[in-house]
């Protein structure tokens, strides 16, 4: 008989603990479920968000390949890359999204909107080779607008290294429109090196050194 109350008791204390604590551990094992769920639904949208972008972002690819753009295609392209940048902000995606904005107003001749665009990224940008090759692009625009001096000022922020021989050559550009063959010819010379150094073809340059013709011995 004392078994059995000590039975009945630990029934009776069971029951208790269950109605105590029975929701909470009810509760987290829905939520564990959830979680595992949740990330697995996270995982398949990401999958099939990425392939989403790489889908959308071929197709770009494809349409800016053309040398010259009807108005149309510049309207789906401009719709492709605010679909790009919107839906699939912050990855590289987006990123070369934007560069390809600054290249259709190039094409258009809208330099002061590839200006604009291409300081933004450069201000925006996490990525450093992306936010050198923003900063060339923007050089060789601000030349474009007679700004070389601007030019100049941009082309003073750092670039990675393998940027440098192709930021030197703009700088010489910028010193042609300046009028100061000195500095040019000097920049030239310097991209030329840094060419050969990361051996990087760099094509043009030798012209622009013929241009100015030899260095002036006094």
Do not use: C
């Not at 001096?149 to 082309?155: D, E, I, N």
């Not at 009028?179 to 010819?185: G, H, I, K, N, S």
Request: charged share 25%.
């Amino acid at each position: 008989m004392a078994e059995l109350s000590t039975e009945d008791e630990q029934l009776e204390t069971l029951k208790r603990w269950w109605k105590e604590y029975g929701k909470s551990i009810i509760a987290g094992v829905v939520l564990a479920g959830a979680g595992v769920f949740a990330w697995n639904a996270w995982q398949d949208y990401q999958t099939s968000q990425a392939e989403a972008a790489s889908q959308r972002y071929q197709q770009l690819t494809l349409l800016m390949q053309q040398d010259t753009l009807s108005d149309t295609q510049r309207e789906q392209a401009t719709d492709m890359i605010d679909a790009l940048v919107n839906e699939h902000g912050g990855t590289l995606y987006a990123d070369f999204a934007e560069l390809m904005r600054a290249r259709l107003a190039i094409q258009a001749n809208e330099l002061e909107s590839a200006r604009d665009t291409l300081q933004a990224f450069a201000a925006n940008s996490d990525d450093g080779y992306l936010t050198g090759l923003a900063r060339l692009n923007l050089a060789r625009v601000q030349i474009a607008m007679d700004d070389a001096q601007g030019a100049l000022s941009t082309l003073e922020n750092d670039v990675p290294a393998t940027l440098k021989a192709q930021a030197a050559d703009i700088r010489g550009d910028a010193y042609v429109a300046l009028e100061q063959p000195d500095q040019a010819r000097q920049a030239y010379q310097d991209a030329l090196a840094r060419a050969e150094d990361q051996d990087q073809p760099l094509f043009g340059v030798r012209l622009k050194l013929d241009n100015l013709g030899v260095e002036d011995a006094s």
